[in-house]
């Protein structure tokens, strides 16, 4: 497991897998997204790419966090409030990017700081708090 100071870049593994179709191909476009804004930051070109990130995540935040939390209810999964308090806090970080972004816009340094805590935020996200519901989700579904 990565300590928080460490940033590795997401790469998709079989292991990261929920078991959950739905789940898994919208963790495998976040990765994508990810890896697309790493590459327009090392090619140069990282204000198309940080606002063609920001809007994705405004639908993503959405989207994912409705559709893990449609899954948790429906199989009672008891950890539920735990789960959407981390996603309360993905809002809160996406809230305060949409202010910084408007400030500065997607220029060199923004581009690197998005990056880093997206690549923090998945990390401990996918290997720690949504590892924990796809066992009690498997056994239900």
Known sequence: MLGAAEVA???WD????????EIDI???ELIKRIDELKKS???GNSRNEVKKMMDFLGSYVMEHFDAEEKLMTQADYPDISKHREEHKKFKKLYSDLVIEYDKRGGDYYFALD????????????LLEIDAAY????????
Do not use: D, N, R
């Open 9 to 11: 870049i997401p790469i």
């Open 14 to 21: 079989e292991k990261l897998s929920t078991g959950i179709e």
């Open 26 to 28: 919208q963790h495998k």
């Open 41 to 43: 930051i090392y090619g």
């Open 114 to 125: 998005i990056h880093k805590q997206l690549i923090a935020w998945f990390t401990k996200h």
């Open 134 to 141: 796809v066992p009690f989700l498997e056994k239900k579904f």
